[in-house]
C-alpha cells in the first residue's frame, strides 16, 4: 500500500490512539475506579447493583461514621485478570486508594479463585502517627491483623458485615494511641486528576513506534506469563496456608515458661505482622522469595 511496510503503519495507528489517550483524558483511573470514587461522595459505603448482600451497606455506612475508612461493595462479576500476586481484586482496592490517599479501604469482591471476599489496603498519603515508633503502614498492618483476629469468630461466608464492624472498632483503638485525634475522612475532589503530558509530535511518533515493537515482543510472552501466574499463584497459596498456620499458634499461645520463651513468642507475633505486611504487596520473585523465608521461620518457632 502506497510501498510503506505494514508495520509502519501499524506504527503510525498506535501513535494515532496514543495521542487520543495522552491528550484526552483517557489516562489516569479506569472507568470503573471513576464510578466507584464518585458513587463514594454520599457516603463511605459504594454498594454496586447486583451485590450480592452479604455486607449489610446501610450498617457500614452507620458504623463507619465520618472516620477516614471508605468500604466498596461489589457484585459477583469477577475481576479482569491481574498478574499481581494478591490478585485483581487487592489491585483495584489500590487502584481506589490511589484516588481516596487520606483512607483505608475495604473491597468486597470476588478473588481470583472465585470467592467472594475482601480485601484491605491504604491509601498512600494517609497521615503518619503522632505517637510512638510505628509508620503509618505498620499502624495498617497492626489494625488488620487485630481486626482480622476478632473477626475470624463473628464473620462468615453468608455474613460480611461483622468485618467491617470488628474493622472500625480496631481503627479507633490502634489510632487513639497512634493520633491526637482519630483521623477522619476529607473531601473527594470535584473532578479526578488528569494525567497532564505534554510530548513533542516528534516524541509521540518516535515514542510509539517504540511501544509498537515492545507490542511485538510481548505477544511472544503471553503463554509464558500465564505458565508463571499459575505457578505464582500457587505459591501464594502455600505461602497463605503458612501463614493461617502461624495465625492459629498466635491466637492460641501457650503459658510462657520463662521470660526468654516470652521474648520468642513477641518476636512470632512481629514477623507474623511482617510476613502478612510483605505478602499483601508482593508483586516479585524477590517479594515472594521473603514472604516464604518468613514463613519457614515461623514454621520452625512455632514447632
Known amino acids: ?13 498506535v501513535g494515532a490512539g496514543a495521542a487520543v489517550w495522552l491528550y484526552g483524558g483517557v489516562g489516569g483511573p479506569d472507568a470503573r475506579t471513576r464510578a466507584i470514587v464518585e458513587g463514594l461522595r454520599s457516603g463511605a459505603v459504594y454498594e454496586a447493583p447486583g451485590a450480592p448482600g452479604i455486607v449489610d451497606a446501610g450498617r457500614a455506612r452507620a458504623v463507619i461514621g465520618d472516620r477516614a475508612i471508605v468500604a466498596v461493595v461489589l457484585d459477583r462479576t469477577p475481576l479482569p485478570p491481574s498478574d499481581r500476586v494478591n490478585g485483581a481484586d487487592y489491585e483495584l482496592c489500590k487502584d481506589i486508594a490511589e484516588q481516596l490517599p487520606t483512607n483505608h479501604v475495604a473491597l468486597f469482591a470476588v478473588d481470583e479463585d472465585g470467592d467472594y471476599g475482601s480485601s484491605y489496603c491504604l491509601g498512600p498519603d494517609f497521615p503518619e502517627p503522632e505517637k510512638g515508633e510505628d509508620d503509618a503502614d505498620l499502624l495498617h498492618t497492626r ?21 467491617i464492624e470488628e474493622f472500625v472498632l480496631s481503627y479507633d483503638l490502634v489510632a487513639e494511641d497512634a493520633y491526637e485525634a482519630i483521623p477522619t475522612r476529607g473531601e473527594i475532589p470535584d473532578e479526578l486528576a488528569k494525567p497532564q503530558i505534554a510530548l513533542a509530535s516528534a516524541g509521540i511518533v518516535a515514542g510509539t513506534v517504540a511501544v509498537f515493537f515492545l507490542l511485538r515482543l510481548a505477544a511472544h510472552g503471553i503463554g509464558r506469563r500465564g505458565e508463571t501466574a499459575r505457578l505464582l499463584r500457587q505459591r501464594r497459596i502455600r505461602i497463605d496456608d503458612g501463614l493461617s498456620r502461624a495465625a492459629d499458634t498466635l491466637l492460641h499461645p501457650h503459658a510462657p515458661a520463662d521470660e526468654a520463651d516470652a ?36 514454621r520452625e518457632a512455632s514447632g
Open 1 to 13: 500500500m502506497l510501498g510503506v511496510p505494514l508495520w509502519i503503519l501499524a506504527a503510525v495507528l
Open 143 to 163: 489494625l488488620l491483623v487485630a481486626a482480622e483476629t476478632s473477626w475470624k469468630y463473628r464473620a462468615s461466608p453468608e455474613n460480611l458485615t461483622p468485618e
Open 263 to 298: 521474648r520468642r513468642q513477641e518476636k512470632v507475633a512481629h514477623v507474623y505482622a511482617t510476613a502478612v505486611d510483605r505478602m499483601r504487596d508482593a508483586r516479585t520473585e524477590q517479594d515472594l522469595r521473603e514472604v516464604e523465608e518468613l514463613v519457614r521461620w515461623l
